[in-house]
Structure formats: C-alpha cells, structure tokens
C-alpha cells in the first residue's frame, strides 16, 4: 500500500502560476508510473500530466493532455519521493480538484499508446487538492 499526500494549490488569478507537490510513502522510482489528474464541477476526471519510466531503463517519457501542454509541467524527484506539478498561465477552465497517483497497474500503460491518460493505468490515488482560477 502506498499513501500520497498532495500539498499546494489554492486561488489564483488567471494568468497566474501555482505549483502542486505530491508526496509518496514510498520510493517514487519503482513506481513506473505517476501522474495528476482533474475533476471539475459536474465532469468526468481527466488525465492532465503523466510520468511513465519502463522497467530497467533511466529515461522517463511525458504525456500531457492537449489543454496544458505548453503550459504545465510535471516532473519527479526521486530522492524526495515527491511527484510535482508546476502550473503556469492559469486558466479559469483549469479550475478543478487534482488527484496525484502512481504505480502502473500494467506492464505497459495504456497512456503510451492511447491519446488521453486513463485513470485505471494508476493504483493509488491522493487526496486531491482544490485548484481555483478567477477571470
């Protein structure tokens, strides 16, 4: 079992920046697999950012959803055990709860090969923190 527990967030004008930290109870770099994910008011939650590391080797590839690529960016600090994601140019459409969450659930994730990054691609979720963006 691994617990996330997810700091950051909070309200922000638009054009603003916020960064998101997600803090996991174990090593992060046997994870394979971590990524942040949204639910806005009355939506399905949606893939933002994912990080994914094949077993046995040291590079990392990104995936970002279409609405943020450009304008967030996700990273891992292994030695820390903490996942982030840094938020700029905020828009009031980025206003959601976001949900860190890590370890894949497969051998090879479905977000390498399909075009959104699915929710059942990670095993543990945190706690979600509220994103508030004002026009």
């Known amino acids: 079992q691994v617990q996330l527990r997810q700091s950051g967030g909070g309200s922000v004008q638009a054009g603003g920046s916020l960064r998101l930290s997600c803090t996991a109870s174990?090593?992060?770099?046997?994870?394979?697999?971590m990524g942040w994910f949204r639910q806005a008011a009355g939506k399905e939650r949606e893939g933002v950012a994912a990080?994914?590391?094949?077993?046995?080797?040291?590079?990392?590839?990104?995936y970002y959803a279409d609405s943020v690529k450009g304008r967030f960016t996700i990273s891992q600090d292994n030695a820390k055990n903490t996942l982030y994601l840094q938020m700029n140019s905020l828009k009031p459409e980025d206003t959601a709860m976001y949900y860190c969450a890590s370890h894949c659930t497969r051998t090879t994730p479905r977000l390498t090969v399909e075009p959104v990054i699915p929710s059942d691609d990670f095993a543990y979720w945190g706690q979600g923190t509220q994103v508030t963006v004002s026009s």
């Open positions: 174990r090593d992060t770099y046997s994870a394979h697999c």
């Open positions: 990080i994914y590391t094949p077993i046995y080797t040291p590079s990392s590839n990104t």
